[in-house]
Nanobody, 113 residues
């Protein structure tokens, strides 16, 4: 059974840091690029950052310089290091391996001002 599980969210003050983890199991994911998405209340889900199987990265403008995406292909695990958090980063964060139909339940990140 394939599973994708996000963890590491929580409540943080402005300027704080959180590290999200994405653990995938039940299949091989190392050949797929993957991304971290977020969805705030009343808004569409947006791609925050992505990383290819070879390690090339992309960040949306609002998180560039504050978030760092990484992956451990050997363990089917990916991470999103979030620094200098802002209230507008508040959302449910999801990880997703491109071209695969699996989504986890997400992890809530709340940043208080």
């Amino acid at each position: 059974q394939v599973q994708v599980v996000e963890s590491g969210g929580g409540l943080m003050q402005t300027g704080g840091s959180l590290r999200l983890s994405c653990a995938a199991s039940g299949s091989r994911f190392s050949d797929n690029a993957m991304g971290w998405y977020r969805q705030a209340p009343g808004k569409q889900r947006e791609l925050v950052a992505s990383i290819s199987s070879a390690g090339s990265t992309y960040y949306t403008g609002s998180v560039k310089g504050r978030f760092t995406i990484s992956r451990d292909n050997g363990n089917n695990t990916a991470y999103l290091q979030m620094d200098s958090l802002k209230p507008e980063d508040t959302a449910v964060y999801y990880c997703h391996y491109f071209s695969r139909p699996y989504w986890g339940q997400g992890t809530q990140v709340t940043v208080s001002s």
